[in-house]
């Protein structure tokens, strides 16, 4: 999900999902051109199952896709 959304910010949309029985559970990885120390610490505080910064590399994407759904 990226952080930046219209409308409303990736935290605050992945608050309501955490928030919904049937979403909770569902992994969400936080897409961000925000990619120093302290906002990465601050979005993966926020409960995103993952990060990736931008720009993409699709290797590097699918890596940490596999990361987080090989998670317990």
């Known amino acids: 999900m990226d952080i930046q959304l219209p409308g409303i910010n990736g935290v605050e949309a992945l608050r309501q999902l955490r928030a919904d029985p049937m979403t909770s559970a569902i992994p969400v990885i936080a897409v961000t051109a925000s990619v120093m120390t302290q906002d ?30 090989d998670k317990p």
């Open 40 to 69: 990465r610490a601050r979005i993966m505080a926020a409960g995103f199952d993952g990060f990736h910064g931008k720009p993409i590399s699709v290797r590097q994407l699918l890596a940490t896709v596999r990361e987080v759904l």
